[in-house]
């Protein structure tokens, strides 16, 4: 208890006194899982969109895979990407291993597939009357998606929120990929690690506050924009 | 304007809808009745494109080709508003939004629409907060605001409790009139297809099996199904005895009936309908023009609604439609015996079904 007493004190002078290792880390993590969740919406939300409103051949193994992918190990994402970023390996050349363009695109991984497969869960359970009800309000496809997309926010930016929380709270991918570069790949899971392994238990759990803090803000102000209700 | 041949509607990859002929003229008001499940709904889905159709349909004498752009020209309310979480003037402007009118233009051809429709006053309301009747007030309201060529109703009235759907129809009725928009309507309900159209289609068992003016439906109903389903209760096997030009005589049981209608072609044995309302209780034989009056024994009185139903037994089974009041006037009861009369006029007689 004194332990965790002493972390909130230690996040609280580290933040008050601005604490350059904390602050990076912090930064470095918002930075991170912030692009690789953008790329996981981006990406994500339009295929989830085409899998939840459309039938295709092989649409239930896509379907298997993404829910496959939402239980997916960091450490194995980690794994793959080091080896597709190593010096040898296929993406070698673009000289990310070590580098928060490779924890991106690890993140983004392990990000995406909540993001598909909730958005498609979400698309899938909206009514198929009301699909038929635009289309035939002159709404294109596109248009009518879109629509769509609007209609289930409520469920879509909690798939946003699944995917930031997953990827702003792992750590091994990050650790493999971004090699815990002090003041650059360092992000706060892999700072609460490091300080755990030296046993600067005060310091980890001050890193941990900060982390929450940070998860609960964010996901505070989506949660906010998911519940806000239209002109009464 | 709009002419439908062989024309199947399908879902997912199963035929549930066919119309061998149907031709939509401008300006009409065509409702499409039958039971339950019969495959109306799907009829017109297929009419309006928005599910997959064989069969040949044409637009102002043209093949459909682009269904997108021809599903700008129509507009389809559905049994439930389906309306988004928005508020109600958006939603009224939403078909407007999609065809890039801008703001100032939308918003008043949708307060415009709202307010023919009764419902300009909740305009700036979220569509979330409003009561079943008002929602799909704002449904016609938002297929009305983009000017229809074609406007398909499939049934929108159904969700609604008795006395909001009474005045909704009467609304629409005056609207529809107003404006002249063609219309398809679905239902299952034979009033409202009265209330609201000049043409009627019976759809039974996925098949459109007649089109024509309410009179020539109800009246004469092409086979007995859809005689049953239009309210026709006496369907009833006879026997042509003789037929002139000017009579035919049938043997029903014992009993001879005369009617004007000459019988089925190559048909000795058809079917004689007779509307439970177009019979003649009394209590002693009429002195009237009628040809046909029977002695019957009241079987069962029934009261439906502000009516009371009559089984009566004249030698062969027959259902009477009376008031309430003279039911209680006479003093109807179970087996006395009272006299039924109609016309020769009123029957109609269908080619007997053979299995």
Same mark, same amino acid.
């Given at each position: 208890?004194?332990?965790?007493?002493?972390?909130?004190?230690?996040?609280?002078?580290?933040?008050?006194?601005?604490?350059?290792?904390?602050?990076?880390?912090?930064?470095?993590?918002?930075? %991170?899982?912030?692009?690789?969740?953008?790329?996981?919406? %981006?990406?994500?939300?339009?295929?989830?969109?085409?899998?939840?409103?459309?039938?295709?051949?092989?649409?239930?193994?896509?379907?298997?895979?993404?829910?496959?992918?939402?239980?997916?190990?960091?450490?194995?994402? /980690?794994?793959?990407?080091?080896?597709?970023?190593?010096?040898?390996?296929?993406?070698?050349?673009?000289?990310?291993?070590?580098?928060?363009?490779?924890?991106?695109?690890?993140?983004?991984?392990?990000?995406?597939?909540?993001?598909?497969?909730?958005?498609?869960?979400?698309?899938?359970?909206?009514?198929?009357?009301?699909?038929?009800?635009?289309?035939?309000?002159?709404?294109?496809?596109?248009?009518?998606?879109?629509?769509? #997309?609007?209609?289930?926010?409520?469920?879509?930016?909690?798939?946003?929120?699944?995917?930031?929380?997953?990827? #702003?709270?792992? %750590?091994?991918?990050?650790?493999?990929? /971004?090699?815990?570069?002090?003041?650059?790949?360092?992000?706060?899971?892999?700072?609460?690690?490091?300080?755990?392994?030296? /046993?600067?238990?005060?310091?980890?759990?001050?890193?941990?506050? #900060?982390?929450?803090?940070?998860?609960?803000?964010?996901?505070?102000?989506?949660?906010?924009?998911?519940?806000?209700?239209?002109?009464? | 304007?709009?002419?439908?041949? =062989?024309?199947?509607?399908?879902?997912? =990859?199963?035929?549930?809808?066919?119309?061998?002929?149907?031709?939509?003229?401008?300006?009409?008001?065509?409702?499409?009745?039958?039971?339950?499940?019969?495959?109306?709904?799907?009829?017109?889905?297929?009419?309006?494109?928005?599910?997959?159709?064989?069969?040949?349909?044409?637009?102002?004498?043209?093949?459909?080709?682009?269904?997108?752009?021809?599903?700008?020209?129509?507009?389809?309310?559905?049994?439930?508003?389906?309306?988004?979480?928005?508020?109600? +003037?958006? &939603?009224?402007?939403?078909?407007?939004?999609?065809?890039?009118?801008?703001? +100032?233009?939308?918003?008043?051809?949708?307060?415009?629409?709202?307010?023919?429709?009764?419902?300009?006053?909740?305009?700036?309301?979220?569509?979330?907060?409003?009561?079943?009747?008002?929602?799909?007030?704002?449904?016609?309201?938002?297929?009305?605001?983009? =000017?229809?060529?074609?406007?398909?109703?499939?049934?929108?009235?159904?969700?609604?409790?008795?006395?909001?759907?009474?005045?909704?129809?009467?609304?629409?009725?005056?609207?529809?009139?107003?404006?002249?928009?063609?219309?398809?309507?679905?239902?299952?309900?034979?009033?409202?297809?009265?209330?609201?159209?000049?043409?009627?289609?019976?759809?039974?068992?996925?098949?459109?099996?007649?089109?024509?003016?309410?009179?020539?439906?109800?009246?004469?109903?092409?086979?007995?199904?859809?005689?049953?389903?239009?309210?026709?209760? &006496?369907?009833?096997?006879?026997?042509?005895?003789?037929?002139? =030009?000017?009579?035919?005589?049938?043997?029903?049981?014992?009993?001879?009936?005369?009617?004007?209608?000459?019988?089925?072609?190559?048909?000795?044995?058809?079917?004689?309908?007779?509307?439970?309302?177009?019979?003649?209780?009394?209590?002693?034989?009429?002195?009237?023009?009628?040809? &046909?009056?029977?002695?019957?024994?009241?079987?069962?009185?029934?009261?439906?609604?502000?009516?009371?139903?009559?089984?009566?037994?004249?030698?062969?089974?027959?259902?009477?439609?009376?008031?309430?009041?003279?039911?209680?006037?006479?003093?109807?009861?179970?087996?006395?015996?009272?006299?039924?009369?109609?016309?020769?006029?009123?029957?109609?007689?269908?080619?007997?079904?053979?299995?």
């Amino acid at each position: 208890m004194d332990l965790i007493l002493q972390g909130i004190g230690g996040a609280l002078a580290k933040l008050a006194a601005l604490d350059p290792d904390v602050l990076d880390a912090a930064v470095a993590s918002l930075v %991170v899982s912030g692009a690789a969740t953008a790329l996981a919406v %981006v990406t994500g939300v339009p295929l989830g969109t085409l899998v939840g409103l459309t039938r295709f051949r092989g649409r239930r193994l896509l379907l298997s895979l993404v829910n496959t992918g939402m239980g997916l190990p960091p450490v194995v994402v /980690g794994l793959f990407v080091v080896v597709f970023l190593w010096r040898s390996g296929a993406l070698g050349d673009l000289d990310w291993y070590c580098t928060r363009q490779g924890m991106v695109i690890a993140q983004y991984f392990l990000a995406a597939p909540t993001v598909i497969g909730l958005t498609a869960i979400a698309l899938q359970n909206t009514d198929p009357l009301l699909r038929m009800q635009l289309l035939s309000l002159g709404a294109s496809r596109w248009q009518a998606a879109w629509l769509l #997309i609007r209609e289930s926010r409520l469920l879509v930016l909690g798939a946003v929120i699944a995917g930031f929380g997953a990827v #702003i709270s792992e %750590v091994g991918a990050s650790q493999m990929v /971004g090699c815990n570069v002090k003041g650059d790949t360092r992000i706060l899971t892999t700072a609460i690690t490091l300080e755990t392994s030296k /046993g600067e238990f005060g310091s980890a759990f001050a890193l941990a506050f #900060i982390l929450l803090g940070i998860i609960f803000v964010l996901t505070a102000l989506t949660t906010f924009a998911q519940q806000r209700r239209p002109v009464a | 304007m709009l002419e439908a041949r =062989d024309l199947i509607a399908y879902r997912g =990859d199963r035929a549930v809808a066919h119309a061998a002929r149907l031709d939509l003229v401008e300006g009409e008001h065509l409702a499409l009745l039958g039971p339950n499940g019969a495959g109306k709904s799907s009829l017109v889905l297929g009419l309006a494109t928005l599910v997959r159709t064989g069969g040949e349909l044409r637009y102002r004498g043209a093949p459909i080709v682009d269904a997108d752009s021809y599903r700008r020209k129509v507009a389809v309310v559905f049994q439930r508003p389906l309306l988004l979480d928005r508020s109600v +003037r958006e &939603n009224a402007g939403l078909g407007l939004a999609l065809r890039g009118v801008g703001r +100032r233009e939308r918003d008043a051809r949708a307060d415009s629409e709202l307010a023919r429709l009764g419902v300009g006053h909740l305009a700036d309301r979220s569509a979330a907060a409003l009561s079943g009747g008002e929602a799909q007030r704002v449904s016609i309201a938002r297929a009305l605001a983009i =000017d229809p060529e074609i406007l398909f109703l499939d049934e929108p009235f159904s969700a609604l409790d008795a006395p909001t759907r009474e005045t909704l129809i009467a609304d629409l009725a005056r609207v529809l009139r107003e404006r002249g928009v063609t219309t398809v309507m679905v239902t299952h309900d034979r009033d409202e297809a009265l209330s609201l159209a000049d043409r009627i289609g019976v759809v039974m068992k996925g098949e459109l099996r007649q089109l024509g003016t309410a009179e020539a439906v109800f009246g004469m109903p092409a086979d007995p199904e859809i005689a049953a389903f239009v309210g026709v209760e &006496n369907v009833i096997p006879a026997r042509v005895e003789r037929a002139t =030009d000017e009579l035919t005589s049938l043997r029903i049981a014992d009993q001879r009936v005369e009617i004007t209608e000459p019988p089925p072609p190559g048909d000795d044995f058809p079917l004689l309908c007779i509307r439970p309302d177009d019979i003649v209780i009394s209590r002693t034989p009429a002195s009237t023009s009628a040809r &046909n009056s029977f002695t019957a024994r009241i079987v069962r009185l029934e009261p439906i609604g502000r009516r009371t139903r009559l089984v009566l037994d004249c030698g062969f089974p027959l259902i009477a439609h009376v008031t309430r009041q003279s039911a209680r006037e006479m003093d109807l009861r179970v087996d006395e015996r009272v006299v039924a009369t109609f016309k020769a006029t009123v029957p109609h007689l269908l080619p007997r079904i053979r299995h």
